[in-house]
DNA sequence: CATGGGATTGACT
DNA sequence: GTCAATCCCATGC
């Protein structure tokens, strides 16, 4: 029936420049156990721009960056928060897409509770995977994560499928960084409401 | 060994 | 709009 199960994208679609994968990964599924979700934002760092950790070279926190294309680089963020991103291009060259937002699809009870009460107000669904750390929180993704694959075992991105096939993508500026803030490297779903804040600015004219 | 910064979030003015 | 919480690690003495 309509529930078309799509496959995980295997290493060699991660295997291109940063700035191809970054777009091509909106519409694809992210899948940790039984919580999965649409990718409706996502940002590209490469090492050869000052916003991106692989910038200063190769360092112990960075081992996972400059591996091989298709794992997870999982660290954490402001002593807090645990931030996925997607390992890209040739291994020995640190680049990789940070997952940023989800739109929930299942498992979304098991979400909310390990996501808190604060996230049962309404909206509820929207504020549930709308940051990098909340949907790391969501999905139960952590930094034992870090390294382990995005084709095989409970960590999984999976290509796009039904809907998703073409989507409309918006570019912006990347969010919460203090350098190279020119570049726009960040895509967004067009008109997604589960995207986070700030929310790109469309090209699209205002909505009567 | 001490220090400082950071790809965030949630609470508050 | 502002701001603190909190941990890993890069850097420097």
Same mark, same amino acid.
């Given at each position: 029936m309509s529930s078309a199960s799509s496959s995980p994208l295997p290493a060699d679609f991660y295997a291109r420049p940063v700035l191809e994968v970054a777009p091509e990964l909106i519409g694809c599924t992210l899948q940790h156990g039984r919580t999965s979700g649409v990718i409706v934002e996502t940002e590209a760092y490469h090492? &050869? =721009? *000052?916003?991106? !950790?692989?910038f200063a070279g190769l360092t112990p926190r960075t081992k996972t960056l400059f591996g +091989? *294309?298709?794992r997870a680089y999982v660290y954490r963020s402001y002593g807090v928060h645990a931030l996925l991103n997607a390992v890209c291009e040739a291994e020995g060259i640190g680049a990789a897409v940070l997952i940023r937002a989800l739109q929930p699809v299942t498992g979304i009870a098991r979400m909310r509770a390990r996501r808190g *009460?604060?996230?049962?107000? +309404?909206p509820r669904d929207a504020q549930l995977c709308s940051g990098p750390g909340k949907l790391a929180q969501a999905l139960g /993704? $952590?930094?034992?994560?870090?390294?382990? &694959?995005l084709s095989r075992g409970p960590l999984r991105i999976l290509a796009r499928a039904g809907a998703w096939r073409d989507p409309v993508i918006v570019e912006g500026e990347r969010v919460g /960084?203090?350098?190279? %803030? =020119?570049?726009?490297?960040r895509f967004c779903a067009g008109?997604? $409401? !589960? %995207? &986070?804040? *700030?929310?790109p600015r469309s090209s699209l004219a205002s909505e009567a």
């Open positions: 090492q &050869s =721009e *000052p916003a991106c !950790h692989a +091989p *294309p298709g *009460p604060l996230a049962n107000r +309404p /993704i $952590g930094l034992d994560d870090d390294g382990r &694959s /960084i203090t350098r190279a %803030v =020119e570049l726009r490297w008109g997604n $409401g !589960h %995207v &986070s804040r *700030p929310r």
